[in-house]
């Protein structure tokens, strides 16, 4: 099983930036694929990014493409979600995924097997 731990969210004006970090333990962190989710209040959890065992391979959702960057440091387990020009759009609950086993990222929530608690990001305009 893999234990996921995000951090990072906060309060930020629009055209601001955040970080959002997302810690791993329990499987070798290079071995499956990992997503940054969000869900805002009333609205269907959606896909954001998502990105490879080995980092090489990498999607986003058109609504963040060339604002957002996924990253992650295998060597301290953990992904990173550069948020930049953020907007109010922007402004949800955020949730770092994995998929333990597989080899491809994927859009689907449900395709997620480890799941963090989730970090608040609020853009003000």
């Known amino acids: 099983q893999v234990q996921l731990v995000e951090s990072g969210g906060g309060l930020v004006q629009a055209g601001g930036s955040l970080r959002l970090s997302c810690a791993a333990s329990?499987?070798?962190?290079?071995?499956?694929?990992m997503g940054w989710f969000r869900q805002a209040p009333g609205k269907e959890r959606e896909f954001v990014a998502g990105?490879?065992?080995?980092?090489?391979?990498?999607d986003y959702v058109d609504s963040v493409r060339g604002r957002f960057t996924i990253s992650k440091d295998n060597a301290k387990n953990t992904m990173y979600l550069q948020m930049n020009s953020l907007n109010p759009e922007d402004t949800a609950v955020y949730y770092c995924?994995?998929?333990?086993?597989?080899?491809?990222?994927?859009?689907?929530?449900?395709?997620?097997?480890?799941w963090g608690q989730g970090t608040q990001v609020t853009v003000s305009s």
């Open positions: 990105i490879s065992g080995t980092g090489s391979y990498t």
């Open positions: 995924a994995a998929r333990p086993g597989r080899i491809v990222i994927s859009r689907t929530a449900a395709e997620y097997e480890s």
């Open positions: 329990g499987r070798t962190f290079t071995h499956y694929p």
